[in-house]
């Protein structure tokens, strides 16, 4: 084994690491910042159509802006999901995630690395989607720094979630199954496109539950200033939830779970 020559991080490699995730998201940009542009239009206008003119005022606000940093937000979190694990389970499939592994990374670095990728796309994500809210619909940020730190701490507590279920992972069905089956329903089951204060009981109680609904709510209080629980709870518990997840995949690139066998 030769010695370590770039000093406690391998500076050179963790950019090289988090210049081509970057770049492998930039290179499509088509499929994947302008699709989730659209996705986003076609829910904001569906819900606008369908529920808009009768639903009045949630919470002293128009419906459709009530809605519109909700369906911001899942489109963020899911977009920052499936960078992290779709570069981790399409590398395992075809067989290069050698190329990542053997290089002189810490398990520290991968993450890092890994995670640039996430933030770089939500904040794309989030940046275009919010430019198309203020062209469309007037609606701009009332609270820009509280935005903008829910949207990063979205998209690394999703990204640390797609690089567990990329190592996880052994195939395509396993990574829809747990896009499927839990991301998703995370995501519309969290406030997107409703106050909980109108779920019953039980319900709203286990939403409460739900790391993602504070990471939505949160973000709802950033662009039109107001949200279903504090602003500091929401943000304690999405740097609580961020850390937890980034640790277990730590954990699991420090051991080469599903990795090195």
């Known amino acids: 084994m030769g010695t370590r020559r770039f000093g406690r991080v391998n500076g050179l490699g963790l950019m090289t690491l988090a210049g081509r995730e970057i770049r492998r998201f930039m290179v499509v940009w088509t499929q994947t910042l302008m699709a989730p542009l659209i996705t986003a239009g076609l829910f904001l206008?569906?819900?606008?159509?369908?529920?808009?003119?009768?639903?009045?005022?949630?919470?002293?606000?128009?419906?459709t802006n009530f809605i519109a940093p909700g369906i911001l937000m899942m489109t963020v979190i899911q977009n920052a999901f499936a960078n992290t694990s779709s570069s981790i389970v399409?590398?395992?499939?075809?067989?290069?995630?050698?190329?990542?592994?053997?290089?002189p990374l810490s398990a520290g670095e991968l993450l890092l690395g890994y995670?640039?990728?996430?933030?770089?796309?939500?904040?794309?994500?989030?940046?275009?989607?919010a430019l198309g809210l203020y062209v469309v619909l007037g609606l701009g940020i009332q609270h820009p720094l509280w935005a903008l730190t829910f949207v990063l701490l979205g998209s690394a507590f999703?990204?640390?979630?797609?690089?567990?279920?990329?190592?996880y992972a052994n195939k395509f069905d396993q990574m829809a199954a747990i896009t499927n089956f839990i991301v998703t329903p995370l995501a519309f089951l969290s406030g997107t496109f409703y106050s909980v204060e109108a779920l019953p009981p039980v319900l709203n109680t286990i939403t409460h539950f739900n790391p993602i609904f504070y990471l939505i709510d949160g973000a709802r209080y950033g662009v039109i200033g107001v949200s279903d629980s504090a602003p500091m709870l929401g943000l304690t518990v999405g740097i609580a939830s961020t850390l937890l997840i980034c640790l277990l995949a730590w954990r699991m690139l420090a051991t080469g779970y599903r990795?090195?066998?």
């Open 158 to 167: 999703l990204g640390g979630l797609g690089i567990v279920a990329g190592i």
């Open 90 to 103: 399409i590398s395992k499939v075809q067989g290069n995630i050698v190329d990542t592994l053997m290089p």
């Open 45 to 63: 206008m569906i819900f606008s159509i369908a529920i808009g003119p009768r639903r009045g005022e949630v919470m002293g606000v128009d419906f």
């Open 259 to 261: 990795l090195k066998a």
């Open 115 to 129: 995670l640039a990728g996430a933030l770089g796309r939500g904040f794309l994500v989030a940046l275009a989607i």
